[in-house]
């Protein structure tokens, strides 16, 4: 079955840097992947969506990119807030109506 | 327009009980979902729905029921709750199956 795989570790970075998440997965190739952020206490909020005839996605300070060789998508915020602090979710369709979420990283961004 | 509303925020259960979580949603969305997400691993997919009057199990389904009686409502029923369903559960909808999900604002339940 499909595995997504996520840095457990939370990532610290100071403000005004960009920050990278990483997304790996195995054994299927998804059609796209999402991106979802998720707030202490609350439920996920959607971010971006890439496909995977697309290399990359932006949306304002956001910017995706999708690797369908490596199989891997990499999530950077430029220009980080401590606003940005949160737990960022990978997840992708993996056949049905069935979307597989990794277990997510923890972002800090420090004033 | 409120989204996808969860109800109860909290409950405290004893083994054995049942309870049941409702998930109401108002954009019209066909499908919907029910996840739970534990310390350390991604969200779940218990059992969802692709329409008003049908459902499907998910990865996690055992110990779960749910309905789908009204296109706006899915309920997940726990007919006797056990220590190791201790979870935050969540509910999402969508438009399309490959559309973004919208998530409820989780129900956090403990059994003891």
């Known amino acids: 079955s499909q595995k997504i795989e996520q840095n457990s570790e939370a990532l610290n970075i100071q403000e005004g840097k960009t920050a990278t998440l990483t997304c790996n997965y195995t054994?299927?190739?998804?059609?796209?992947l999402q991106w979802y952020r998720q707030d202490p206490g609350r439920g996920p909020v959607f971010l971006l969506l890439?496909?995977?005839?697309?290399k990359e996605k932006r949306k304002e300070r956001l910017k995706v990119t999708f690797d369908t060789t490596l199989k891997q998508s990499l999530f950077h915020i430029t220009a980080s807030q401590p606003a940005d602090s949160a737990t960022y979710l990978c997840?992708?369709?993996?056949?049905?109506?069935?979307?597989?979420f990794g277990a997510g990283t923890r972002l800090f961004v420090k004033a | 327009n409120a989204g996808v509303t969860q109800t109860p925020k909290f409950r405290v259960l004893k083994t054995g009980q049942s309870m049941t979580l409702l998930c109401a949603q108002d954009?019209?969305?066909?499908?919907m979902y029910w996840y739970r997400q534990d310390p350390g691993m991604g969200l779940r997919l218990i059992h969802y729905?692709?329409?008003?009057?049908?459902?499907a199990k998910g990865e996690v389904p055992d110990g779960y029921n749910v309905s789908r009686l009204k296109k706006q409502n899915f309920l997940l029923g726990l007919e006797s709750a056990a220590p190791s369903q201790t979870s935050v559960y969540f509910c999402?909808?969508?438009?399309?199956?490959?559309?973004?999900?919208?998530f409820g604002p989780g129900t956090r339940l403990l059994v003891l």
């Open positions: 999402a909808s969508s438009g399309q199956p490959e559309e973004t999900q919208y």
């Open positions: 054994n299927y190739s998804p059609a796209y």
């Open positions: 890439i496909r995977e005839n697309e």
């Open positions: 997840a992708l369709r993996e056949g049905g109506f069935k979307t597989i």
């Open positions: 954009m019209n969305h066909e499908y």
């Open positions: 729905s692709v329409g008003e009057g049908t459902t």
